[in-house]
């Protein structure tokens, strides 16, 4: 069993940053591939950038490449997202979700992850 606890989000304007963060525990945390996801009322979740155990590759979607970046860090247990340039497109619900033992060198860009958090809301206001 993975607990996630995102935490970071809020309102900001539009051109300005956010950096969420996600701490996990239970089960080993560097043989989890992370992902953080976003979805809006009425939409799927989709993915916004995901990151391998090792965190020696990440993927992120179209429409966050050169804005958001994705990292982890193994010791503390936690997988950042560092939003810049954020416009109100960007506005979610963004969760932190765990790929269970993924071990791979890339990691999975569909939504069969196995786990994720409560969420943490971002407003980008114009």
């Known amino acids: 069993q993975v607990q996630l606890v995102e935490s970071g989000g809020g309102l900001v304007q539009a051109g300005g940053s956010l950096r969420l963060s996600c701490a996990a525990s239970?089960?080993?945390?560097?043989?989890?591939?992370m992902g953080w996801f976003r979805q809006t009322p009425g939409k799927e979740r989709e993915l916004v950038a995901a990151i391998s155990w090792s965190g020696g590759s990440t993927a992120s979607a179209d429409s966050v490449k050169g804005r958001f970046t994705i990292s982890r860090d193994n010791a503390k247990n936690t997988v950042y997202l560092q939003m810049n340039s954020l416009n109100t497109e960007d506005t979610a619900v963004y969760y932190c979700?765990?790929?269970?033992?993924?071990?791979?060198?890339?990691?999975?860009?569909?939504?069969?992850?196995?786990?994720w958090g409560q969420g943490t809301q971002v407003t980008v206001s114009s």
């Open positions: 239970g089960g080993i945390f560097s043989r989890h591939a």
């Open positions: 979700e765990a790929k269970y033992y993924y071990p791979a060198r890339s990691p999975p860009l569909t939504n069969d992850y196995d786990y």
